[in-house]
Nanobody, 112 residues
Framework: QVQLVESGGGLVQPGRSLKLSCVAS????????MSWYRQAPGQARALVAD??????KRKTVARGRFTISRDDDENTVYLEIYKVKPEDTGVYFC???????WGQGTQVTVSS
C-alpha cells in the first residue's frame, strides 16, 4: 500500500529555517518523481518544489528559499525552507503523481 507521512511542521518565527520530512512506504522514492505542495488558508494547493527520479541515492534541488532533497536509504523526501516568511504559512503536502497519492499534510505557521 502506497503511503506518505509528513512531519516537521509547527510554529516558527520569521527568518528561521524549517525542515519537513515525508516518509514513504509501499514504493521506492528514488524511482518516482516526488513533490511538495502548500495550501495556504483559503487558497488552492500549489506546487512548491519537485524532484525527479535518478540513479543517485541522494539528490538535492534548490528552488529559491526552498530545497527539496531525497534520501533513498531512508525512503524519505525532505523540504527545507530557509528564512521563512509569514506567506509560507499553510499546510504542506507530499505527493507522488505516479500513484496519485497525497500525505495527510503538516501545518506550518510562521509568526512572531
Amino acid at each position: 500500500q502506497v503511503q506518505l507521512v509528513e512531519s516537521g511542521g509547527g510554529l516558527v518565527q520569521p527568518g528561521r529555517s524549517l525542515k519537513l520530512s515525508c516518509v514513504a512506504s509501499g514504493f521506492n522514492v528514488g524511482a518516482y518523481d516526488m513533490s511538495w505542495y502548500r495550501q495556504a488558508p483559503g487558497q488552492a494547493r500549489a506546487l512548491v518544489a519537485d524532484i525527479g527520479s535518478s540513479g543517485f541515492k541522494r539528490k538535492t534541488v534548490a528552488r529559491g528559499r526552498f530545497t527539496i532533497s531525497r534520501d533513498d536509504d531512508e525512503n524519505t523526501v525532505y523540504l527545507e525552507i530557509y528564512k521563512v516568511k509569514p506567506e509560507d504559512t499553510g499546510v504542506y503536502f507530499c505527493h507522488v503523481p505516479s500513484f496519485a497519492t497525497w500525505g495527510q499534510g503538516t501545518q506550518v505557521t510562521v509568526s512572531s
